[in-house]
Nanobody, 119 residues
Framework: QVQLVESGGGLVQPGGSLRLSCAAS????????MGWYRQTPGQQRELVAT???????NTANSVKGRFTISRDNAKKLVSLQLNTLKPEDTAVYYC?????????????WGQGTQVTVSS
């Protein structure tokens, strides 16, 4: 049974920081590209950042220079450091595991964690 469990969301003032974590179980973690996505009501889920098994990252332009994704393959953990937060960063943040294999691809999602940036 695959589980992705997020933690670390909350309420923060503009300019503040948060660190989100996602603990994975039930998958060969190093074989998956791990990512963070976010979604606001009425909007499509959008990519925030991904990191593949080799540690290469891809970050959305809207958060580049402010958010940093990292992973620890030994602990099966992926984290997202959010700095210099803005009100427009308010969203539910979801952890994703994406794997591409010979017989096709697989995607798993966490339950989401709310980040609210407000004074």
């Amino acid at each position: 049974q695959v589980q992705l469990v997020e933690s670390g969301g909350g309420l923060v003032q503009p300019g503040g920081s948060l660190r989100l974590s996602c603990a994975a179980s039930g998958i060969i973690f190093s074989s998956y590209t791990m990512g963070w996505y976010r979604q606001t009501p009425g909007q499509q889920r959008e990519l925030v950042a991904t990191v593949n098994g080799d540690g290469r990252t891809n970050t959305a332009n809207s958060v580049k220079g402010r958010f940093t994704i990292s992973r620890d393959n030994a602990k099966k953990l992926v984290s997202l450091q959010l700095n210099t937060l803005k009100p427009e960063d308010t969203a539910v943040y979801y952890c994703n595991a994406h794997g591409t294999f010979l017989l096709g691809s697989r995607d798993y999602w966490g339950q989401g964690t709310q980040v609210t940036v407000s004074s």
